[in-house]
């Protein structure tokens, strides 16, 4: 939960395309477009760009407050906002999509867009119910019942997960396997985590196999402490670019891959005063700033990581992370055993 006593932000300084942060020795490659041929040079890790896309009827309705608007101004400028500024930039993104949507026409008609622009889409449950409030039969509806969904609707696989609020515990992770999912993105490097799955945080920093048997992979957040909330451009756009930079400097530093998590609320324009339910709604639709503003500040966002990582895709990022393991660490951790197969045209 954003507290509110956070509200101030600090100056805005864009980053420099010339100038990383990330001090020497640990300096990255920019790119490996222009890397020669079998040369040596270790990578820069790989990061990922995601995008949840809650709406201000899913936001609204994730804090109590109720959505009776027909249409959903958050979703349609944000995702039109969004798809635009990854063509811009040459970005293929994971859209984490909450299936209901599809069943909204001027929803539908922006999937079907990314879709075919040639983003991952991705599952992020069905009606944005938080699973651990929820019994079993509820995790599988919102598991199974999305996946199947989008399946059937776009005719793209489904193979990625996040949960909403990243609210995850064992048994939905063990669900998502059991329910033909390849991957989740919702952990955090936490003891609240460790606890909740029965690992050890230290595990939870880098990609890991979380199920013995399966090659379920788990590509979690950014590790965020000391600072108490993540460095994703959604808090950074409130809080200053501070956050980000910071965020960014001390996660290269540990040499894993990064999942750089946009919103649709970091692209929106901002809700009619009429829309909104005082101060809190305002916050949490970033609706203290323009689409204008937000779209340069999520510019410099996305060029600090291209300065300090490779950008790929999802599928790209995780194949790379399985080439990369021993054979025996993949098959003591379940990467061997029989689980989840993952291909380009869909599940096996």
């Known amino acids: ?11 805005i300084t864009p980053a420099r395309a010339s100038s990383p942060p990330v001090s020497d020795p640990a300096a990255p490659t920019r790119s490996t477009e222009n890397r020669p041929a079998g040369s040596t040079s270790t990578l820069a890790p790989s990061a990922t760009v995601h995008i949840d896309l809650d709406g201000a009827q899913d936001i609204f309705e994730g804090r109590g407050w109720g959505y009776a608007s027909a249409d959903d101004p958050v979703f349609e400028t944000g995702m039109r906002h969004a798809l635009d500024f990854f063509a811009a930039s040459g970005v293929k993104a994971t859209l984490f999509v909450i299936a209901r949507s599809l069943r909204d026409k001027r929803k539908r008609a922006l999937i079907d867009e990314a879709a075919r622009a040639g983003h991952e889409l991705a599952s992020h449950t069905l009606n944005h119910r938080y699973l651990t409030q929820l019994d079993t039969k509820g995790k599988r509806e919102e598991i199974r019942g999305s996946r199947e969904l989008m399946e059937q609707e776009l005719g793209v696989p489904v193979l990625g997960f996040r949960a909403p609020g990243y609210r995850i515990d064992r048994e939905s992770i063990e669900l998502l396997a059991e329910c033909g999912y390849a991957w989740d993105s919702s952990v955090f490097p936490t003891a609240k985590y460790a606890t909740a799955l029965g690992m050890p945080v230290e595990t939870l920093r880098a990609p890991h196999t979380p199920i013995p048997g399966s090659d379920f992979v788990e590509w979690p957040m950014p590790d965020h402490r000391p600072f108490p909330l993540p460095f994703n451009p959604s808090y950074s756009l409130l809080l200053g670019d501070w956050l980000f ?32 339910r005082g ?7 970033l609706s203290t700033l323009g689409a204008d503003e937000k779209r340069a500040r999520c510019h410099s966002m996305l060029r600090l990581v291209r300065d300090n990582y490779r950008i790929m895709t999802t ?14 660490r993949v098959a003591a951790s379940g990467g ?7 291909t380009r045209s869909g599940t096996a």
């Open 245 to 276: 930079r910071g965020g960014v400097r001390r996660f290269r530093a540990g040499g894993r891959p990064l999942s750089l998590l946009f919103h649709l609320i970091d692209f929106s324009e901002p809700l009619a005063a009429d829309r909104l």
């Open 315 to 328: 599928y790209e990022a995780i194949a790379e992370w399985r080439g990369a393991q021993p054979e025996s």
């Open 279 to 285: 101060l809190a709604s305002k916050v949490f639709t």
């Open 1 to 11: 939960m954003l507290r509110l006593s956070f509200l101030r932000r600090r100056p």
């Open 336 to 342: 061997q055993g029989g689980g989840h197969k993952e």
